[in-house]
Structure formats: structure tokens, C-alpha cells
């Protein structure tokens, strides 16, 4: 059901992989909701085919951009405001990557250069994101800039790695540079703490599926969709959020502030 939250707005959506993607599900609530959107992904990504799906189905462009690279980023920024025909509303960053987890590598044991290359990916991307914009003044005011994260940030999930590193990190540019970017031009800069979540990403950690049984027994509402982050980020990129920024939004059913369920005492007592 749309409420036309977005009518008129523009937005790039960065990360739709396919069709498990939060990013995929955020891409079809906002055109639902009736903004006009540009999809990006890494040219890797974009090999695999299936975010054609999705342009298709949305009628938005994809242009390739390895986030790690500026000279892409500017182009897509260049391309899109092009596209639009005038500036930016909104911005989704849902990108992770863990070399050291893809390759196996225990957090004791960190291949430096591997974490170089996941901060990069994961994390300073969201500062390369937001300077590029910046520098080409390619955001509107009030724009509304999201990036997804994880509680690992603020608590210990061993098997999440270096990925909590990162998750720490993206956080902090989060805040930094949601300063900077209200004082310049009303931008706000958030991220949604997303409940884990079946998709390619998240199945990469190591015990996903006896880990996400676990968060689900410990929130009392369960775990939170891929389709509900969707629809907060919608709200989020919307103007009834307007004065929400360099915030941290645990959107997980209430599994951050829970000590412990009922559910999993009667587990501990069997
Ligand atoms: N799935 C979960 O359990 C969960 C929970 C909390 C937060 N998150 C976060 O949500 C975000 C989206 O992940 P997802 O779960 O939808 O998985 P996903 O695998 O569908 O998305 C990750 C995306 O990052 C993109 N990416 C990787 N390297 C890139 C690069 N160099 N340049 C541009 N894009 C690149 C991938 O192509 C992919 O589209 C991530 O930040 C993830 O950490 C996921």
C-alpha cells in the first residue's frame, strides 16, 4: 500500500544484489512510495545480472560503481544528477564486505591488508559517499543520507570478525560527518541497526542460522524483516523525519535493550 511518502523525491540505493537484499526490498518500497531511484552496484555484482530484475521492475537506470573508488563515485553522482535532471534526496548505503570472513581468517589471526580493504569496502565508503556528494553539492537540503549496520558495534558477536570493526566505524563517520553535512545543508546522516537477516551478506558469518534463531528468542517482537527495514527506510528518506540525524536506530524488535526472554530461561532449563 503506498501513502505517496516519497512522491517527487530521488534517491541512488546502493547494494541491491538480489532479490534477498535489503537494499532490493528498500529499492521497491520507495518506488511504491513514489520516488524515482538509480541503482548502483560493483561491476562484480553487476555481472551476476539480477539487478536488471529490479530496474526493470522499478524502471530506474543501474550504474556501476566499486564504492572504493572515487572516480566511479563521481560519475554515478555526475550520472544520476543528470538522470534526475536536478540534485539528490536520499542516499542508501547497505554494502559489507569481509575479506578476512570470506577467507576464513580468525579475528585473532587478521590479515592486515585483507581489513584495509574491508574498512574500505564497509565502512570509510560512507565517507567517500558523502564527501563526493559535498564536493559536487549534489545533495538537497534535508536530504536524508542511511547506511545499514549491525549491534556487533557495541557489543561482542565473536563470530562477526573484523566486520564489527567496520560496523564501529561507519557508526562514527555516521555521526562526524552528519555534523558537518546539517551544518552545511540540512543533509541528515543515519544508520538502521538491522536485525540479522537471511541474504547473502549476513549468511557469511560463521553459525548464522543458530544465531539468528537466538536474536529471534531474544527480541520481543522477533527479528525485524528485510521488508520492515525497507519501510523504515522509506520513512527515514520521508520528510517526517526531518530533525533525525547522526542517530544510531536499532530497528531489531527490541533485542538491543533485552536482557534476557522467557523463551530462552525455559531453553537454559531443559
Ligand atoms: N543480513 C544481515 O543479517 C544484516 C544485519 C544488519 C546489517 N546488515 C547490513 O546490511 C547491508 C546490506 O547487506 P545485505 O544483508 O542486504 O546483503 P547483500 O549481500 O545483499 O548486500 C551487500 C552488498 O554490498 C555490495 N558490495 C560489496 N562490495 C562492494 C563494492 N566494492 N562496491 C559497491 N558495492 C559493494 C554487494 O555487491 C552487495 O550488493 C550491509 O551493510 C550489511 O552489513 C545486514
Redesign the pocket.
Known amino acids: 500500500m503506498s501513502n505517496n511518502l516519497l512522491a517527487g523525491k530521488k534517491g541512488i540505493i ?5 532479490e ?5 526490498k528498500t529499492a521497491l518500497k520507495c518506488h511504491e512510495q513514489g520516488a524515482q531511484i538509480v541503482l ?3 561491476p ?2 553487476l555481472r551476476m545480472g539480477e539487478i536488471n530484475k529490479l530496474a526493470e521492475a522499478i524502471n530506474a537506470p543501474v550504474i556501476g ?4 573508488n572515487m572516480d566511479d563515485l563521481k560519475k554515478l553522482f555526475e550520472e544520476a544528477q543528470t538522470h534526475f535532471g536536478r540534485k539528490i534526496d536520499f542516499v542508501l ?5 569481509s575479506i578476512n570472513v570470506r577467507k576464513g581468517k580468525h579475528y585473532t589471526e587478521m590479515n592486515y591488508e585483507w581489513n584495509q580493504k574491508s574498512l574500505d ?2 565502512a570509510m ?1 560512507l565517507h567517500r559517499v558523502l564527501r563526493t556528494a559535498w564536493d559536487m553539492d549534489a545533495l538537497n537540503e534535508w536530504g536524508s543520507v542511511v ?4 549491534i556487533a558495534a557495541q557489543r561482542v558477536f565473536p563470530d562477526y570478525n573484523e ?1 564489527a570493526d567496520a ?1 564501529a566505524l561507519l557508526e562514527s563517520i555516521t555521526r562526524s560527518f552528519g555534523y558537518h553535512y546539517g551544518v552545511k545543508n540540512k543533509v541528515r546522516v543515519n544508520t538502521i ?11 557469511g ?1 560463521k553459525g ?1 542460522d543458530g544465531f ?1 534463531d537466538y536474536a529471534e528468542k531474544m527480541s520481543p517482537l522477533g527479528n525485524a524483516t ?1 521488508e520492515d527495514c525497507a519501510n523504515y527506510c522509506a520513512f527515514m528518506f520521508s520528510d517526517l523525519s526531518r530533525y533525525i540525524t547522526m542517530q544510531n536506530l536499532f530497528h531489531d524488535g527490541g533485542f538491543s535493550f533485552t536482557g534476557v526472554t522467557g523463551a530462552v530461561i525455559e531453553q537454559m532449563e531443559k
Open positions: 546502493f547494494g541491491a544484489l538480489d534477498k537484499s535489503i537494499a532490493w548502483t552496484n560493483a562484480v555484482a560503481a566499486d564504492v572504493t548505503h547497505s554494502i559489507g564486505m569496502i564497509s565508503s547506511a545499514l549496520t549491525y566486520m560496523k541497526s538491522q536485525s540479522p537477516t537471511r541474504t547473502t551478506a549476513g549468511s558469518v548464522f539468528i528485510a
